[in-house]
């Protein structure tokens, strides 16, 4: 089993639908998460950190769910902007007291679509 | 936010010959720096962590010898694949650790495509 699954898609949607990823996590130690969105041939840019249950900006809402082990994204009022990857990644590394060593997981990432 | 480089941005180079990736951290300093690979349609694939000052951490199923680290300065680090060969071609990207008001925010580098024929 991979350390972090996502759903691949592709997710074709509407202009101003919402749309919704899922990402399970294995490794229970696993304290902080993140969504990241990648465009086509580009680096990864930090779109949202999760620590505790959730966190929400703007029309982004990422919730954190410890007990199912898994972290969920909700875009709402898509913008054909919002087209990309979307990449979820969890830090299950911990130096002797507690501090993160910063090695994050990838998942395989979700790909949107976002059409008129 | 915290801005990295990545120098040369793509590469294409014959089989055989080595390549070196810089990355570089321009407005903070880094102790610490991850190489990433990613092939088409496929995520990020942890490569090693580099420390300033000390050898690098590579992941499991990475040669060593193959892909060498030097993390020479704060704000430096670099990765020689030696040898290369077209298995290798990949996207190489770097990231960097600043501690922003996220304190474990990651800053990734744009990216350097390798291509070996």
């Known amino acids: 089993r991979k350390e972090v699954e996502q759903d691949p898609g592709p997710f074709n949607v509407p202009e101003g639908a919402t749309v919704a990823f899922n990402c399970t996590y294995s490794?229970?130690?696993?304290?902080?998460f993140f969504w990241y969105r990648q465009d086509c041939r580009k680096e990864p840019k930090l779109l949202m950190s999760?620590?505790?249950s959730g966190n929400e900006d703007g029309r982004f809402t990422a919730q954190l769910n410890r007990a199912s082990q898994y972290i969920s994204l909700l875009i709402r009022d898509s913008k054909l902007s919002d087209s990309a990857t979307y990449l979820c990644a969890a830090d299950p590394s911990r130096l002797a007291g507690g501090t993160s060593y910063g090695k994050l997981t990838f998942g395989q990432g979700t790909i949107l679509t976002v059409h008129p | 936010g915290a801005v990295v480089s990545q120098h040369p941005s793509w590469v294409i180079c014959k089989s055989g010959t080595s390549v070196k990736i810089e990355c570089r951290s321009l407005?903070?300093?880094?102790?610490?720096m991850f190489w990433y690979r990613q092939f088409p349609k496929q995520s990020l694939m942890l490569m090693a962590t580099s420390n300033e000052g000390s050898k690098a951490t590579y992941e499991q199923g990475v040669e060593k010898d193959k892909f060498l680290i030097n993390h020479a300065s704060l704000t430096l680090s670099t990765l020689t694949v030696t040898s290369a060969h077209p298995e290798d071609s990949s996207f190489y990207i770097c990231?960097?650790?600043?501690?922003?008001?996220?304190?474990?925010?990651?800053?990734f580098g744009p990216g350097t495509r390798l291509t070996v024929l």
């Open positions: 407005d903070f300093q880094a102790t610490t």
């Open positions: 990231s960097a650790r600043a501690f922003t008001r996220d304190y474990n925010e990651q800053f």
């Open positions: 999760v620590y505790s």
């Open positions: 490794n229970s130690a696993s304290q902080s």
